[in-house]
């Protein structure tokens, strides 16, 4: 049955056909759940009794950290499948994931200069977080660079579907190596998120920014994909019948 | 069968480095790229001998990263180009073995005489010589990893701009800059730094199969 669906959902029409169908109840519910999640945490969340209203762009900055690198995962997880199986739904999904993942991590980039000038005194410090954000956005760069330099899309998926692979077994040696360079070069100034202490009054809305940034995102990927399928199955009957247009 | 794995690959090798000591420029190109990069430090920086050795390892790693990825775009261009590709992809040969003879060949014309001017560089910037085997040592294995990622990134932008894969190549070397640069940096302090070179065998033990095998995947999407 699972096996069935999923066999089916790699056909681009039949994926075309029902996220037609489903495209509303995730956009409503994505709307939803992130309106409430942001309204809650921007407007009704108590204000932190050291930083004052400062804290709330935490709402954004911590869900889109996550995100971009989740979304680094999710890419990986295709591209594997484009390798091994040479699914071609996986690699239209891993094209239309990156532009989302690299926007992520460039806003958990600039909200947390944001956030940093305020409380620390300065846009950006050399933290073992910071940095390793930092990398992880160039490696997005090279993947959409890597993509948009090779003309067959096909083979381009194919190309960034290995490079993920790459980046999916890097990035935690990038982690821990960043780590270790910080302790060697100088200690640990600042720790932010060190936040079992934030009550659960704080925590709640983050939860809810949480879920409704992945929603978001999932209804973003799908819109993505949806056009990226239409553009490469364009002289296909299925897509000239859908847009009514005779052949 | 061992044999003729081990035989082909010896021809591959000795093939490619005849060609390599035909043009003296292959191998001599990245010593003096090397070179000149580490020369630019004391000159935009300042003479001053303190300074110098405190920022050794992480211009002389600069450097190596930067020349070992100059030759990176010729790994496997030429044999493209001409069709030798072709002939070995056709032959039954395991693909494997190209391209960890192509890596082999890399590292013989770039990582070795990185190798070998390092110790210039370093007399240069005043590292102290204690420092000399643990920087040839972070070298020897991070140049090789290079190598390995150099291939990777030449074969995903086989005959694409030369730009292009260093770009694709360079985030994915931090580890290396990191645990490389660290080595020294430790060995200036007494401080103990086997447990980097460690993990830098431990990237490279890892990456002969594991990037070998993805640049075997990445050569082949040209020929579909």
């Known amino acids: 049955m699972i096996k069935k669906w999923l066999i089916e959902m790699g056909s681009p029409p039949l994926f075309y056909k029902w996220s037609t169908k489903t495209l509303p109840w995730l956009f409503i519910s994505a709307i939803l759940i992130l309106g409430i999640g942001l309204s809650w945490g921007l407007l009704f969340a108590p204000t932190d009794y050291k930083q004052g209203d400062v804290y709330r762009i935490l709402y954004i900055h911590v869900p889109s950290a996550i995100l971009g690198q989740s979304i680094f995962m999710f890419m990986a997880f295709c591209g594997f499948i484009n390798v091994i199986w040479r699914a071609k739904i996986s690699g239209m999904m891993l094209k239309s994931a990156a532009p989302i993942g690299v926007s992520f991590t460039l806003l958990a980039l600039v909200t947390g200069s944001i956030w940093g000038k305020p409380t620390w005194g300065t846009w950006w410090v050399w933290d073992a977080r910071l940095t390793s954000t930092l990398i992880l956005f160039f490696i997005y760069a090279a993947l959409i660079g890597l993509h948009s330099t090779i003309e067959d899309k096909t083979k381009a998926d194919r190309a960034v579907s290995i490079l993920s692979i790459v980046g999916l077994a890097i990035i935690p040696v990038i982690k821990k190596s960043v780590d270790w360079w910080q302790t060697l070069h100088q200690p640990s100034t600042f720790t932010i998120t060190s936040s079992p202490s934030m009550s659960p009054d704080m925590y709640q809305p983050l939860l809810l920014c949480l879920v409704g940034f992945y929603l978001f995102f999932a209804l973003l990927l799908t819109l993505n994909l949806r056009n990226e399928i239409l553009e490469r199955e364009r002289t296909r009957n299925w897509v000239k019948q859908l847009l009514g247009v005779s052949s | ?224």
Request: glycine fraction near 6%; hydrophobic fraction near 60%.
């Open chain 2, 1 to 224: 069968m061992h044999s003729s794995i081990f035989d082909s690959l010896s021809i591959i090798l000795k093939r490619d480095l005849m060609i390599a000591f035909r043009r003296s420029s292959t191998y001599i190109t990245p010593l003096i790229f090397f070179l000149i990069v580490v020369t630019f430090f004391p000159l935009a920086l300042g003479p001053q001998e303190s300074l110098l050795s405190s920022l050794a390892p992480g211009v002389i790693w600069i450097a190596a990263l930067l020349a070992s990825l100059l030759a990176v775009e010729t790994i496997f261009s030429e044999d493209f180009r001409d069709g030798t590709l072709d002939d070995f992809f056709i032959s039954l040969e395991p693909s494997f073995i190209l391209v960890f003879a192509k890596v082999t060949i890399h590292w013989l014309i770039t990582g070795l005489p990185i190798l070998a001017a390092s110790s210039i560089a370093a007399i240069i910037l005043y590292l102290p010589l204690d420092s000399f085997i643990p920087m040839l040592l972070s070298l020897l294995l991070g140049t090789s990893f290079m190598s390995l990622l150099g291939a990777l990134g030449a074969a995903l932008a086989l005959g694409k701009s030369a730009i292009l894969s260093a770009i694709i190549v360079l985030p994915f070397s931090v580890p290396t800059l990191l645990m490389g640069t660290s080595v020294i940096t430790s060995s200036l302090n007494n401080q103990d730094f086997s447990g980097f070179l460690m993990i830098m065998g431990a990237m490279l033990a890892l990456g002969i199969p594991g990037l070998c095998l993805l640049t075997v995947e990445a050569l082949l999407l040209n020929y579909e």
